[in-house]
Structures are given as C-alpha cells and as structure tokens.
C-alpha cells in the first residue's frame, strides 16, 4: 500500500481533463477541498458533477491534469484509496438475490473495511429485524438507498463523495442524512456533495462551487468567519472567477455505467 502524503488538502485538482471516448466530462477543472471541509456541488444537468466524483473516486481516469486525492494519485494508488474513500453513487447499486444484510456485509469488505461497525450502521439507518432478511429486490428506493447509506456508514471513511444522496429518501431520512454529513465532518471527514437541493445541502456545508460545461465557473461561500451558516452564500465577485477560457464542448452524459466490482466497492 502507498503511504498517505500528509497534505492539508483532501483534493487537489489542476485543470484536470476526462473524457467519454472524444467527449469531455471534464474540460479543464481547478478545485481544492481542505482536509475536513464540506463542499456543495452544483449546476446543471450534464454539467460534469457526478463526472468530477467519480472521478475523486478512482472510476473515471484523467486524459490531463493533475489529480490528488487524500495525497495520493487516484490511479496509481487506487487500490490504497478504496479503504479511505465512499463513494454514493446517484444510483444505489446493490445486488438484487443478496438480503439487505449480505449487501452491506459484502460491499464493506469489498473495500477493505471492518465488518464490525454494520450492525450499529444498520441499527441508525432503521434497517433491522425482518428487514435485514429481506431480498433487495423487494425494497423500495427508499430502503435501497437506506442500505447504501448504512455501508457508508459503517465503512467510516476519510473522504465522502455523495450523489445525489437525498434522491428516494422521505422526509424523516432527509433528516438523518443530514445528521450523518454533520457528525461525519465534525469527525474529521471531507464531504463533497453534488446536488440539486441546495437548499438541503447549504446547511450543511462550507461553500458551494459551481460546475458548467465541464468547468468551474462559480464559488459562493456558505458560513460568515465564525463557522456559522450564513442565510444565503456569498457570491465570488466576477473579477475572482478561475478563467474559464473558450466554451467547452457540452458532455455526452454526466454518468455512465460502473462495472459491478466496483459499484460493490465503492457504492457506499
């Protein structure tokens, strides 16, 4: 295993370029997230966020740039990273003839993480009981994304990339979700999370950056010096914007499929 480069930064990204085939996902990305920091990801449909998590996560290989993650190159040491980062993918890929228990217990030591913690992650996530006998091709999305969420969990990792975590989930597990994030970056966590709920997400993080078209194009921050959240971010003048040069071609898509090994590693 590689050793870790003690680095402030959970991720450090340096016009980082990938690409579908010809396409860009990525057309140039400047990003730094500090150790401990929560970070909102917006923008539209297509924009490049869930290209810029997987990315983050080893599942997408960059064409150009330079890529740090926890101090390590996510291709290089990507075997190393897959114990210190969970990735939520938008989708939560489980396998449908596994109980809800030999998910979590597979895609945990899949990762390379204890099996120790799944019955407390089960237990928070309200997955218990008859429940956990259950099929995964009986639940409903909710459930399914109360089981992704309970590997997360129980893996404990240094580094949360979250997909549209709140897709599927009712009102009550919103709240949760929201609670884990918190107790996850007051443990020391980074957690970046693309989202279209803003309005769920502010509260819970730093700052916000804005991707379009493959490239950041915005960054608002989101708690006044003391650390508290503010009513509403901050926008980055225009004159402090990182260029953005010519328009980059439109992505092909945001996501694409990830091969069943991985999802059982990194699907969190």
């Known amino acids: 295993m590689a050793p ?35 970070v909102l990801v917006e923008g539209p449909n297509g924009a490049g966020k869930t290209s810029l998590l997987r990315l983050c ?27 210190r980062v969970g990735f939520l993918a938008h989708a939560s890929h489980l396998y449908d003839d596994l109980t809800v228990r ?39 999305a909710g459930q399914r994304r ?43 966590a980074t957690v970046v999370i693309a989202s279209h709920e803003a309005n769920l997400v502010e509260p819970l993080a730093d700052r916000a950056v804005t991707i379009t078209g ?10 006044d010096p003391a650390g508290e959240p503010m009513p509403t971010g901050d926008p980055v003048p225009a004159g402090e914007l990182m260029p953005t040069g010519d328009p980059a071609p439109a992505p092909l898509s945001d996501a694409d499929p990830t091969p069943d090994v991985e999802r059982a590693i990194h699907v969190a």
Do not use: Y
């Open 214 to 223: 493959g490239r950041m194009t915005g960054e608002r921050t989101l708690r």
């Open 146 to 188: 109360r089981v992704a969420l309970a590997v997360l969990v129980a893996r404990s990792p240094e580094l949360w990339l979250l997909d549209e975590p709140h897709a599927g989930l009712d009102a009550e597990a919103r709240v949760l979700l929201g609670q884990l994030v918190t107790e996850a970056s007051t443990g020391g």
């Open 4 to 38: 870790a480069v003690p680095s402030p930064l959970a991720l450090s990204l340096h016009d980082a370029v990938a690409l579908s085939g010809r396409f860009p996902l990525l057309a140039g990305v400047d990003l730094e997230v500090a150790t401990g920091e929560t």
């Open 57 to 83: 996560a080893g599942l997408v290989t960059p064409a150009s740039g330079r890529v740090s993650v926890l101090g390590l190159d996510p291709v290089r040491h990507r075997t190393a990273l897959r114990r």
């Open 102 to 140: 030999e998910n979590v217990k597979f895609a945990v030591r899949a990762a390379g993480g204890s099996i120790d913690r799944i019955p407390a992650a089960c237990d928070r996530l309200g997955l218990a009981g008859r429940l956990l006998r259950t099929s995964a091709a009986k639940l409903s």
